[in-house]
């Protein structure tokens, strides 16, 4: 599902998240053209999303070098192509403290661009559908991109640059190439 989306996000950098959503818009697009749109296509988007965050959003969000929240992510996989019923899984049980004061704000930038449902499912049980998700990770501080389709079950890091076919999620830890992800409670569907 994503073996034609081979870009990696740059060292050190805050793209997880625009980087993931590029790969799952390229793998909605069969691949075509390979690596379009770009993690820095992406970012740019999601970067001008955050210029003008409401009071009291902590500064990791703001430009120049966000992170991606993820009313940004629910907005630009919009804006490019993926259609209205998007869905934002939350399970507040496994978001890390420092995230919890945001459900209230992000839900609100969400608004009516996508379904926002509290739940109480692990990783396993949210995405047992065919379907394209962004899932964060380890301790809220990372997204990666998730695939179902008939085929299998799919998965792309930006961080390592993986690719590939993965087992099925165990609860709420998947393993990529021998590494572990621990679900942190957001899971965007798409």
Do not use: K
Request: proline letters at 7%.
């Amino acid at each position: 599902m994503f073996e034609t989306f081979t870009l990696q996000q740059p060292a050190g950098g805050n793209a997880c998240g625009a980087f993931a959503l590029a790969a799952l818009l390229n793998a909605r697009n069969h691949g075509l053209p390979v690596n379009t749109p770009t993690g820095a296509a992406v970012y740019n988007d999601i970067i001008a999303q955050q210029n003008a965050l409401p009071a009291g959003y902590p500064a990791i969000f703001t430009p120049p070098a966000p992170r991606s929240l993820p009313s940004s992510l629910v907005r630009v996989g919009i804006a490019r192509g993926f259609n209205d019923q998007v869905q934002v899984m939350v399970n507040q049980a496994l978001m890390h403290a420092p995230m919890v004061p945001l459900i209230v704000p992000e839900t609100t930038r969400i608004g009516h661009a996508a379904a926002v449902i509290n739940s109480n499912a692990n990783l396993q049980g949210m995405i047992q559908a065919a379907g394209y998700y962004l899932a964060l990770v380890h301790n809220g501080d990372h997204w990666i991109a998730l695939g179902r389709n008939a085929q299998g079950f799919y998965a792309y890091d930006s961080d390592t640059n993986f690719h590939g076919a993965v087992n099925q999620p165990v609860g709420n830890r998947v393993t990529l190439n021998g590494v572990q992800y621990d679900f942190s409670g957001i899971l965007i569907c798409f």
